[in-house]
């Protein structure tokens, strides 16, 4: 299965601010994914990033508060912007492969937002 | 659309027993269903999947799943827990469209082994 790298592992930022994350992924991929999980919650998908596209946006996610970038088939960053406390969460990426139905996540990326 | 529920937030077993994680599913066409686990601080874990063919998959850690198709259930099981097992379990399916191939996941299940 895929290896990826998430980064920063943690960040404690100020309100009103934005922060970018990034996943690397050690193979080409077709389709990442990027999802919320907030404070004793589940996972929630924000949006699907595909090579040479732009994202698809869940319901309740816009593109001005969460732009996606996927500049190739092994990398993709995930800002959030203009942050608030409610942005409190672990942000994380995933990689999906069809042809065996293997989806694989990052390490996640836990924000605090103070 | 497809979905999978949770009953459960938490699950309390002593090491030694079985342990079992409930999850249901609902879902159109042929179901594909996952197991994750979330340990504190860390990413998701794959544990295993049901695609297609025997109803009980094995997966890693010692863990196995049965899927039943008349009761909507995908059960996670462990003949003997273990105090490292003490984790958040996450039951998820798949979800594809034309244009998208993702999971959606359960609310989640706190499992605590007790020594």
């Known amino acids: 299965s895929a290896v990826i790298s998430q980064k920063p592992s943690r960040d404690i930022c100020q309100r009103g601010t934005s922060l970018t994350i990034q996943c690397q992924v050690d193979s080409q991929v077709t389709m990442m994914f990027w999802y919320r999980q907030q404070p004793g919650q589940s996972l929630t998908l924000i949006a699907t990033a595909n090579q040479g596209s732009e994202a698809t946006y869940e319901s309740g996610f816009v593109i001005d508060k969460f732009p996606i970038s996927r500049p190739n088939l092994t990398f993709s960053t995930l800002t959030v912007s203009n942050m608030s406390p409610e942005d409190s969460s672990i942000y994380l990426c995933?990689?999906?492969?069809?042809?065996?139905?293997?989806?694989?996540f990052g390490s996640g990326t836990r924000l605090t937002v103070v | 659309a497809q979905s999978v529920a949770q009953p459960e937030d938490q699950v309390n077993v002593a090491e030694g027993n079985p342990l079992t994680v409930k999850c249901t599913y609902s879902v159109s066409g042929n179901p594909y269903l996952f197991w994750y686990v979330q340990y504190p601080n860390r990413g998701l874990q794959f544990l295993l999947k049901y695609i297609t063919g025997d109803n009980l998959v094995k997966g890693s850690y010692g863990f196995e799943a049965e899927f039943n198709k008349s009761q909507t259930s995908f059960h996670l099981k462990k003949p003997s827990a273990l105090v490292s097992d003490s984790a958040l379990y996450f039951c998820a399916v798949r979800d594809w469209t034309y244009n998208t191939d993702k999971l959606i996941f359960g609310t989640g299940t706190r499992l605590q082994v007790f020594p």
């Open positions: 995933s990689v999906g492969r069809p042809s065996n139905y293997g989806y694989t």
